[in-house]
């Protein structure tokens, strides 16, 4: 069994963050989202591993390399145009047409097992299986009609959906896959639909079969997305404090701080994680907070937020609440108010406001 995740598409609903850098990139818990599910593959036994970005496979081999820090085997594959899900599979056939394989979008977090998902598919001896969920807002996913346990259709974001049962962002599938795409015809926004090619294989007689899971998983492509995503990750850490230096500060049992990080006179909260290298002064960090790597943090409240690798916030007499400061960023602001909120791009400065 081999992986595939899909990392084309422009990442428009995550600007501006998504203008210097991969969308699939961006971190849930001081780790890229990406990471999680590369850790997924591993543990389902998956070593091969194919990943589609976009124009360039800049910014990935940086964070990601040749995978050997997992013990798998990295290979990208540059989707020159984003052409859709289905073309980001379809240009991988030569890689994969040879056996059954995974493929997870790259911008989702899903807490359901490969492993039995790739069981579930040997076992029922499908072409193609899907995961799905039910999800209280249909008209924003793909979503499949069933009848006795059996997709039947499948619309990508149905104005009128006929049923609850979303298409996660979980496939398995084999070479028939490649024939149903060549088939199918580009959508009103122009793309290949993955969902089109899954139709096609049900028109062609091919088995193809669904999972249903109810565990939870978060489609990470826009920033309220990505703090929901950072939330929800938050909240099953465990304490975990790396040789750190803590003077005249309160630490909350279920914290996470890296090593060589400082934390004085400061109260950090449960469900926070500080990175390496991080110094915090006269400031209280959290709940569902994660600070980056090489970041300072003095005289701020912040919590619910994401603050990037290299940032520096200074002197910030607002709370500072459900935000995601780029990376190597700088604020520090007199703004008096109550609570502040803002998403701010890499390598932005706020200052004097």
Sequence with gaps: MKGLILCGGKGTRMRPFAYSVAKHLLPVANKPVIHYIIESMREAGIEDIYIVVGASEDGFTDKLGDGSQWGVSIKYIVQGRPLGLAHGVKICEDYLKNGPFVTVLGD???????????KYHYDTGADSTVLLSRVENPERYGIATLIDGKIIRLVEK???PESSYAVVGMYVFNSK???AIERIKPSERGELELTDGIM???KRGDKVGCRLT????IDAGSPEDLLRANKRMLGSIQK?????????SKIADRVVIGENSVIEDSVVDNYSIIGRNVVVKKSHIGPYTSIGDGSRLEEVNIRSSIVMEDCIIEGVPADICMSIIGRGSVINTKRDRKNINMWIGQDSIIKGI
């Design 108 to 118: 989702n977090i899903i807490n359901h097992s490969i492993g039995d998902i790739v």
């Design 214 to 217: 109810k565990e939870w998983w």
């Design 177 to 179: 896959i490649f024939h």
């Design 200 to 202: 096609e294989m049900i």
């Design 158 to 160: 149905p104005k009128n």
């Design 240 to 248: 975990n404090l790396q040789g750190q230096r803590v003077y005249g």
